[in-house]
C-alpha cells in the first residue's frame, strides 16, 4: 500500500490550493480515507474524512465550509480542495488510510500560507 501526495505549495492568504492523493495496493473504494495536517510545535490533526462506497464527508471544525474532500475511486485518488487559506493553515497535510487493519500515511505535502 503506497499513498502519494501532491499539490502543496506557497500561497497567499485567501488563496486556494488543490491536493492530491494517489493512492495504490488495494481497493481503496472500500475505505475511508483522511487528510491530516500537522502545524509546527503542534500535533497532528484530522482535517477531512470521506468514507468508502458511500463518500460521506466530515471536517474539522476550523476548516468546515472553506475545505472539500472528494474521491475518484475510478482512479484511486483523494482531493482536498482548499479555498479561502488562513495563515493558520500552514502545516504539512498528509493523507491517510487504515486498510486490512493497519494504518498507512503519505510522506506529507507542505503548504504555506503567507504574503
Known amino acids: 500500500v503506497q499513498l502519494v501526495e501532491s499539490g502543496g505549495g506557497l500561497v497567499q492568504p485567501g488563496g486556494s490550493l488543490r491536493l492530491s492523493c494517489a493512492a495504490s495496493g488495494a481497493t481503496f473504494s472500500r475505505y475511508d480515507m483522511r487528510w491530516h495536517r500537522q502545524a509546527p510545535g503542534k500535533e497532528r490533526e484530522l482535517v477531512a474524512l470521506?468514507?468508502?462506497?458511500?463518500?460521506?464527508?466530515n471536517y474539522a471544525d476550523s476548516v468546515k465550509g472553506r475545505f472539500t474532500i472528494s474521491r475518484d475511486n475510478a482512479n484511486n485518488t483523494v482531493y482536498l480542495q482548499m479555498n479561502s487559506l488562513k495563515p493558520e493553515d500552514t502545516a504539512v497535510y498528509y493523507c491517510f488510510a487504515r486498510v486490512w487493519g493497519r494504518d498507512y500515511w503519505g510522506q506529507g505535502t507542505q503548504v504555506t500560507v503567507s504574503s
Open positions: 470521506i468514507t468508502g462506497l458511500g463518500g460521506n464527508t
